[in-house]
């Protein structure tokens, strides 16, 4: 669906649902004179209440579900994931449709933002600027790797010296 007829329903719905809430309000009026009007006039007040908060709920989420607001947030997102992501996890994690997150990495790409690489099936984005790459200890001589923490600047296992580099 698209984002004017979703605007247009969210907007008629808040106003059935003021008009829900006014026509309740005037039935309580004359419910003060014959109390037979009381029920419904509840009811309608809390039909159109409730009317009212959801409608508005929706309308105040299209309006945050712009694209440049979905993009500077899947952006945010991929930093959180060390520049990967797939659809899926854009969809589970803002909450927002698929055709919403594929939109929005289509424009990243088309931006240069990240890029899309098939795995295994499955659409990864990958970030190149908010990649981490790790640093290891690395031997020069026989190419054992060992994590940066590793004590001294000696392979334990030949001898050779460690370098620190970019974990490939
Ligand atoms: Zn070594």
């Given at each position: ?37 009381l029920l419904p006039a509840l009811a309608m007040l809390a039909v159109g209440g409730v009317l009212l908060g959801w409608s508005l709920g929706k309308l105040k989420a299209l309006a945050a579900a712009t ?102």
């Amino acid at each position: 669906m698209n984002r004017a007829f979703l605007y247009f329903t969210a907007i008629v719905l808040v106003i059935v649902a003021a008009g829900l809430l006014f026509i309740g309000l005037a039935f309580l009026i004359v419910a003060a004179k014959s109390p037979g009007d009381l029920l419904p006039a509840l009811a309608m007040l809390a039909v159109g209440g409730v009317l009212l908060g959801w409608s508005l709920g929706k309308l105040k989420a299209l309006a945050a579900a712009t694209p440049d607001n979905i993009d500077t947030q899947v952006d945010a997102l991929a930093a959180s994931h060390g520049g990967e992501l797939t659809i899926a996890e854009v969809v589970g994690e803002l909450g927002i449709s698929q055709a919403d997150a594929q939109g929005s990495l289509h424009r990243l790409v088309s931006r240069g933002v990240c890029r899309s690489e098939p795995r295994n099936g499955t659409e990864f984005y990958i970030f190149a600027g908010l990649k981490q790459t790790m640093k290891v200890k690395k031997c020069g001589y026989c190419g054992n790797v060992y994590p940066v923490a590793q004590a001294g600047r000696q392979c334990p296992s030949c001898g050779g010296n460690l370098d620190i580099v970019d974990q490939e």
